[in-house]
T-cell receptor
Framework: EPEVTQTPSHQVTQMGQEVILRCVPI?????FYWYRQILGQKVEFLVS????????KSEIFDDQFSVERPDGSNFTLKIRSTKLEDSAMYFC????????????FGDGTRLSIL | KQEVTQIPAALSVPEGENLVLNCSFT??????LQWFRQDPGKGLTSLLL?????REQTSGRLNASLDKSSGRSTLYIAASQPGDSATYLC???????????FGTGTRLTVIP
């Protein structure tokens, strides 16, 4: 069964550094999402992406965050200047349609900011 | 703002028992509700999706119900097995764009 793959599985970065988290969604999917889960807390929506532009973003997704689909297969989340509170598990997800289709999630990237 | 709550936070049952997990949400204007399973160190696996016009969905030993007007959903697991041990999350789609609000989860342990 096709899956969403995320790399790296664990990223350790110094505070203030830029980090790029990478995702390869399922190949025929059109809608892409990023979520994060701070340890012990709920999974939180960050951003959705369709047709090469952001569809919706949450309050968390401020100017420090950006997303890109640089080619036909990758979907990236960039954090420009990381803060300690950005430490979390980041999940990428994709679906082939909205509303009636479930999202398929990757296994996540654990981001640790030192 | 939508709030999604799951009770209980943790549940331990002996193998073979039937069980019910609860999810409640404060704003009943939803497009769909989804149940996910999360294994330690892994991503989320979609189990069932109930559209707002539906009352329930079934997949194998799993049955999810939705009462939109009262803001509640239940996930029923029949004849539980040790392999069912995981954290179960419910999530609601508020806007139809599939941007999900998640609950806090119920950590289920099925004892052999």
């Amino acid at each position: 069964e096709p899956e969403v793959t995320q790399t790296p599985s664990h990223q350790v970065t110094q505070m203030g550094q830029e980090v790029i988290l990478r995702c390869v969604p399922i190949s025929n999917h059109l809608y892409f999402y990023w979520y994060r889960q701070i340890l012990g807390q709920k999974v939180e929506f960050l951003v959705s992406f369709y047709n090469n532009e952001i569809s919706e973003k949450s309050e968390i997704f401020d100017d420090q965050f950006s997303v890109e689909r640089p080619d036909g297969s990758n979907f990236t989340l960039k954090i420009r200047s990381t803060k300690l509170e950005d430490s979390a598990m980041y999940f990428c997800a994709s679906s082939d349609r909205t509303v009636y289709q479930p999202q398929h999630f990757g296994d996540g990237t654990r981001l640790s900011i030192l | 703002k939508q709030e999604v709550t799951q009770i209980p936070a943790a549940l331990s049952v002996p193998e073979g028992e039937n069980l019910v997990l609860n999810c409640s949400f404060t704003d009943s204007a939803i497009y769909n509700l989804q149940w996910f399973r999360q294994d330690p160190g892994k991503g989320l696996t979609s189990l069932l999706l109930i559209q707002s016009s539906q009352r329930e969905q079934t997949s194998g030993r799993l049955n999810a119900s939705l009462d939109k007007s009262s803001g509640r959903s239940t996930l029923y697991i029949a004849a539980s097995q040790p392999g069912d041990s995981a954290t179960y999350l419910c999530a609601v789609d508020q806007t139809g764009a599939n941007n999900l609000f998640f609950g806090t989860g119920t950590r289920l342990t099925v004892i052999p």
